[in-house]
T-cell receptor, first 114, second 111 residues
Framework: DQQVKQNSPSLSVQEGRISILNCDYT??????FLWYKKYPAEGPTFLIS?????DKNEDGRFTVFLNKSAKHLSLHIVPSQPGDSAVYFC?????????????FGRGTQLTVWP | DAGITQSPRYKITETGRQVTLMCHQT?????MFWYRQDLGHGLRLIYY???????DKGEVPDGYVVSRSKTENFPLTLESATRSQTSVYFC??????????FGDGTRLSIL
């Protein structure tokens, strides 16, 4: 049973516009959330994270929003650039559990077109 | 250069063969992880390790063996490869469990 879900396998956005990638989770014990970006033939790279005590975290063009009551988080990219085209993975963990195991969603392919 | 490296990057082998994927990190991170990535499944944890000589199973450990005699190395062995183990394998490391930093992967094809 998948505990982290990314229901949109793909998203296409015009350059300069906002990209919104969504993620839902089912385990209420998750208290830390991360986003990774992955280019073809490379490993995932850490992008941004948020703790469950916050509802927003910002880093340059990237902002992650967390809605704990809805068990939902989203990644906003503003403005979107062609170099942002990649697969984005949402991940979650329960920091109180052993070894900080990450649970990943299946990813969303973002395409930013000129 | 500092970082995490995986070898080989590509491997083709036959069913029933033993194959070992190597992972080496230069950060002296305590935690290391092995994932596989398959279409429709995202990243699934195979095994992880909290320190040298401490390993534990993840979500999909069957058919795999790991060892960690040194902090910097975490090899993954497929004892008798099967076609279902054709995948892209990623190694990751972390100093406290998160965030995890990934290698560039090994693409393994089993014929």
């Amino acid at each position: 049973d998948q505990q982290v879900k990314q229901n949109s396998p793909s998203l296409s956005v015009q350059e300069g516009r906002i990209s919104i990638l969504n993620c839902d989770y089912t385990n209420s014990m998750f208290d830390y959330f991360l986003w990774y970006k992955k280019y073809p033939a490379e490993g995932p790279t850490f992008l941004i994270s948020i703790s469950s005590i916050k509802d927003k975290n910002e880093d340059g063009r990237f902002t992650v929003f967390l809605n704990k009551s809805a068990k939902h988080l989203s990644l906003h990219i503003v403005p979107s650039q062609p170099g942002d085209s990649a697969v984005y993975f949402c991940a979650a963990l329960d920091r109180g559990s052993t070894l900080g195991r990450l649970y990943f969603g299946r990813g969303t392919q973002l395409t930013v077109w000129p | 250069d500092a970082g995490i490296t995986q070898s080989p990057r590509y491997k083709i082998t036959e069913t029933g063969r033993q194959v070992t994927l190597m992972c080496h990190q230069t950060w002296s991170h305590s935690y290391m992880f092995w994932y596989r990535q398959d279409l429709g499944h995202g990243l699934r944890l195979i095994y992880y390790s909290a320190a040298a000589d401490i390993t534990d199973k993840g979500e999909v450990p069957d058919g795999y063996v790991v060892s960690r005699s040194k902090t910097e190395n975490f090899p993954l062995t497929l004892e008798s490869a099967t076609r279902s183990q054709t995948s892209v394998y990623f190694c990751a490391s972390s100093d406290r469990g998160w965030p995890q930093h990934f290698g560039d992967g090994t693409r393994l094809s089993i014929l």
